[in-house]
């Protein structure tokens, strides 16, 4: 683990008089032991203390402390629950950190024209919580919705499950009250999409919190399908599975979702959760779920069936009611955490590859794994072709963080060389940095960078994040770690 | 005289090269409603290639050359008046198909593509490009995406936005940049696509775009509905709370739907999916309608494509004099209200329709238009209905006269900002867009 503190060269008395102000004593915390549980978020291998935390409950005191932070100079980083997996929210050098969750009001249900507006620290499933008893859902579902918070998902655009379908949360976010990084409140989009100008609102969704921080969101809900059908399939093979979901979408058929796992995770997760649902002999198991009416589930649900078989499934198990279709996706949802009890660490990788080029990577990731010496399990988005290898480790262990996660950076290139991407819903953050260029020339990075001078000229939002600099990547972007963090001292 | 020509001449063969006079009649008279008055630019240029087109960007650059960009120049006739411009450049001859990824639901073309040509490839393999903009046939990639030019099948498939994973472009400087990817979910880097959908080309010349696609649907059924404006309310709103998924929701105005031969508020519903499910569904909306005293008719394969053209073609005929057209934005609670009162307000109201899902439309007057104050009365009554009103096309005096977009909200300093960085000698499109960018 690299713990990045340093002692401050700033004198805070100032500002923190400014930020008890604005925000009251019990808004501001200050002390260490305090500030440990922001050191870092869902990336644990990297800590460092913020110098000061901040928690607004307003537009007007987010707006407040950017200023001061403006007039000041300080850079600032937002957070919402800190369950980012690419160090997103991770405290940059003698910072202040932006921490929404008091921020958690949903402001207004508008059932008539299907839209919710909440504040950015509600969490995910409070959305779907307030008007599933009228019979909609907010659609984008990370695995972390219990958890994470709106802000968040929109700061790193998340998917979910049911993304292949639905889109990912640009898809459902139609407006934005934002703190631009130089403290002025605009209000970007509207409960109408394309309002005369630029779409600010899509820029700013993925912006991982460079652009500044979002105080109000309007979100975009749906009407929940008639019929909802979860099929587990077991397969001796990963190619048959892979094979599979290719055929599937070669049918014409789109999925509400379509998730794969391989044996290793199966495993695992038979270890921990124990559901007794996914037979340990599988080489993979692929989970779909159909929505729609119900004769249109009934009938996808035989050609997926004919599918599977086709394609030598062993056994499929369908469930249509709430308690079964939870059960049959419990391990899938459980999967992060099993890997956590079998291993002492293990680093989540997320890269999208194009859907037909899935069983030349998986052939691909297992000899790397098998190279650097590490055992990787692979759960994924199947139908969209997001993996999510899991490379696992021990963090006590000195060198093996920087050598899991250059086993983690090979992945990602093989994921660019197919074609594909070095992100799908994690976000680049802190972590991904230096692979920007695998994917993105210096005349794209720039381009990029244009967005970012207008909305924070004098880089104090969330800076390092996202963009590789020479400092933190040098030429070759190689060592990540080694590179990003020279002086730091190493557990 | 001529200043462009010859440093052009340096890039391009002669035949790609058109001196203002020599350009044909037509698309002069295209240009000329972009454009305004006062000046017309120099030359027109068809670059082939996107090096070619960096090429031509770059030389313009370098003499602070002003550029209008256009695909077929269907919509040239749209948005503000360009200011000053010296060359267009036409994308037209970048039409070629870089990738149809059919197993990855993604296809790649350059961007002077007709959107047309494109659907064709796709339904080869049963696929199709989930857009219906105005003028379907002519309107190319580029020229949908930075009109944002979406129609009626955003309800199930969501806008030019949602459709687009990936951009290749030139910026003003000439440099050739990228964002985005060709798959079909990457969160890696701002998302330009975003912005340059609906930027009316004063970022940069887009060169190569990729889009997401999906499979053709097998069965597709249309039911028509009309009647009075509380009924049709009541009917749209029992459609858009129930579990139905219908792929387009349409509110047609009172005088378009006279044209398809019925009287009041036209609700137009199209299904499409598996044959089987089809029926369950439109069984359900006409159970709808009957509970608020409406029967539906119901159109099936070529009657069902003749009506989508029938309203299509209202939309977009050309008149004999000069046609007023919009785009709008209204609650969607409020559409079909908003769209009554329309009618009733503007008696030169030839064609209004609203995405019942979405609350966008698009309004066309023809004949007595509307004066530039009662057009303003029109955006008022749109704004106070959280939405806005922007001119399409107009005539050219109309638009010296009122603001053709109506942006109503407070981030304009950020995107002359955003304009600023993209397009620092404001080369590109000038004038055409919000705030005289
Ligand atoms: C009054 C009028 C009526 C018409 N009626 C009909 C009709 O009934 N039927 C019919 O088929 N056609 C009609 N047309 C026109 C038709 O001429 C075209 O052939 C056409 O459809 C193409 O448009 P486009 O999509 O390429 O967009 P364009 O009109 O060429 O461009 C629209 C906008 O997009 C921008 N843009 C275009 N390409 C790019 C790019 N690559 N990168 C960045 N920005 C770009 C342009 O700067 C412009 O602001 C009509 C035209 C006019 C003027
Ligand atoms: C077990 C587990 C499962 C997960 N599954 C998924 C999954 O299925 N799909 C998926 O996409 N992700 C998943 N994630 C990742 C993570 O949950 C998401 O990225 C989530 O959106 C982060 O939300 P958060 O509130 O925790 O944000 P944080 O981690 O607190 O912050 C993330 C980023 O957002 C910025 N930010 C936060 N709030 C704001 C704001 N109001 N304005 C501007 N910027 C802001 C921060 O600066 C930071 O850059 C998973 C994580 C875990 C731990």
């Known amino acids: 683990m690299l713990t990045l503190n340093k002692p401050s060269q700033r004198d805070w008395t100032p500002i923190l008089r400014e930020f008890d102000a604005i925000l009251g004593d019990s808004g501001v915390i200050r002390r260490k032991e305090e500030l440990l549980v922001y050191e870092c978020d869902g990336l644990t291998s990297y800590k460092r203390r913020p110098a000061v935390v901040v928690l607004p409950r307003t537009t007007e005191q987010v707006a407040a402390v950017i200023q001061a932070c403006d007039r000041h100079q300080v850079p600032f980083v937002g957070r919402g629950a800190g369950t980012g997996l690419s160090g997103g929210a991770l405290p940059v050098e003698d910072c202040v950190l932006i921490v929404t969750a008091r921020m958690n009001q949903i402001l207004e249900v508008d059932l008539d024209n299907q839209r919710v507006v909440v504040q950015p620290g509600v969490i995910n499933n409070w959305v779907t919580q307030a008007v599933s008893g009228a019979g909609f859902y907010y659609a984008p579902d990370p695995s972390s919705q219990i958890i994470c918070s709106i802000g968040g998902n929109v700061a790193e655009n998340s998917g979910g499950v049911h993304c292949l379908k639905y889109g990912v949360t640009v898809n459902h976010v139609l407006g934005l009250k934002v703190v631009t990084a130089a403290g002025e409140i605009v209000d970007l989009g509207s409960k109408i999409p394309e309002m005369p100008g630029y779409d600010l609102t899509g820029v700013f969704v993925g912006s991982e919190g460079t652009l500044g921080i979002a105080t109000e969101i309007t979100l975009r809900i749906l009407k929940a399908p008639e019929t909802i059908r979860v099929l587990l399939a077991d397969f001796s093979s990963v190619e048959a599975a892979g094979q599979t979901v290719s055929d599937i979408i070669g049918a014409g058929i789109v999925p509400g979702g379509m998730e794969m796992m391989d044996n290793f995770s199966i495993n695992a997760v038979e270890d921990v959760v124990g559901t007794n649902c996914y037979p340990r002999d599988a080489e993979a198991i692929l989970l779909i779920e159909l929505d729609g009416s119900e004769v249109e589930v009934d009938t996808n649900t035989r050609r997926v069936e004919a599918l599977c078989r086709q394609n030598g499934a062993r056994n499929i198990t369908a469930a249509s009611d709430l308690e079964e279709r939870l059960t049959l996706w419990k391990g899938r949802k459980a999967a992060f955490a099993a890997m956590g009890r079998i291993s002492p660490d293990y680093y989540v990788q997320d890269g999208v590859i194009p859907r037909t080029k899935l069983q030349y990577v998986l052939q691909e990731i297992e000899a790397l794994s098998q190279k650097h010496g590490y055992r990787v399990a692979n759960v994924f988005h199947a139908g969209d072709g997001n993996l999510h290898p899991l490379i696992l480790y021990n963090n006590a262990i000195p060198g093996e963080l920087e050598k899991v996660e250059e086993l983690g950076g090979d992945i990602l290139k093989l994921c660019v060389k197919v074609g594909g991407s070095i992100s799908g819903e994690h976000g680049i953050g802190a972590d991904k940095r230096c692979y920007m260029p695998e994917m993105f020339s210096a005349a794209d990075l720039d381009t990029m960078q244009y967005i970012r001078s207008v909305f924070n000229p004098r880089g104090l939002a969330n800076p390092g994040k996202i963009f590789p600099t020479p400092k933190t990547c040098g030429e070759a972007a190689k060592s990540v770690a080694a590179d990003s963090f020279p002086t730091v001292e190493r557990f | ?437």
């Open chain 2, 1 to 437: 005289m001529s200043q462009f020509i010859p440093v052009l001449q340096s890039v391009v063969n002669g035949e790609q090269l058109a001196a203002w006079e020599q350009v044909e009649p037509p698309l002069r008279a295209q240009l000329k409603e972009a454009l305004a008055p006062g000046s017309v630019p120099e030359c027109v240029v068809q670059p082939n290639t996107p090096a070619q087109l960096a090429a031509v960007v770059k030389q313009l650059y370098q003499e602070k050359g002003r550029s209008l960009s256009f695909g077929s120049g269907s919509k040239l006739h749209w948005g503000g008046l360009a200011q000053g411009v010296q060359v267009g450049i036409s994308t037209a001859q970048l039409n070629q198909l870089i990738d149809h990824a059919a197993g990855d639901l993604t296809v790649t073309a350059q961007a002077g593509m007709r959107l047309a040509d494109l659907q064709a490839h796709l339904a080869q393999q049963n696929q199709f490009l989930p857009l219906n903009p105005s003028y379907g046939d002519a309107a190319t990639l580029g020229g949908i995406i930075a009109t944002a030019d979406s129609g009626s099948l955003r309800h199930r498939y969501g806008g030019v936005r949602d459709l687009l994973i990936g951009i290749t472009f030139v910026r003003a400087d000439g440099e050739i940049a990228k964002a985005g990817g060709r798959v079909v979910k990457n969160v890696a880097g701002y998302d330009l696509m975003k912005l340059f959908t609906g930027s009316w080309g004063t970022l940069g010349i887009l060169s190569e775009v990729t889009f997401r696609v999906y499979p053709l649907p097998e069965a597709s059924k249309t039911l028509v509905l009309s009647g009075g404006l509380e009924a049709i309310a009541r009917v749209t709103q029992a459609l858009l709370a129930s579990a139905l998924t219908p792929t387009a929701v349409e509110l047609v105005a009172a005088p378009t739907m006279q044209q398809l031969g019925q009287d009041g508020l036209g609700l137009v519903v199209q299904f499409q999916g598996l044959a089987v499910a089809l029926d369950a569904q439109t069984a359900q909306l006409r159970q709808f309608g009957q509970a608020a005293g409406i029967t539906a008719t119901v159109h099936t394969d070529a009657a069902e494509a003749t009506l989508w053209k029938r309203l299509a073609e209202q939309w977009e005929a050309i008149a004999p004099s000069p046609a007023l057209t919009c785009k709008i934005g209204v609650w969607p609670n409020q559409a079909a209200a908003t769209l009554a009162k329309i009618t009733a307000l503007y008696p030169s109201l030839t064609y209004g329709a609203i995405h019942a899902g979405s609350g966008l439309g698009q309004l066309r007057f023809d004949a007595d238009l509307p004066s530039a104050s009662s057009l303003l009365d029109l955006r008022r009554l749109c704004e106070a209905q959280g939405g806005f009103l922007s001119l399409l096309a107009a005539p050219t005096d109309l638009k010296q006269q009122l603001d053709p977009w109506g942006y109503p909200g407070n981030a304009l300093e950020l995107m002359r900002g955003i304009k600023q960085q993209f397009d620092p000698d404001a080369l590109l499109s000038p004038g055409r867009f919000v705030g005289g960018i």
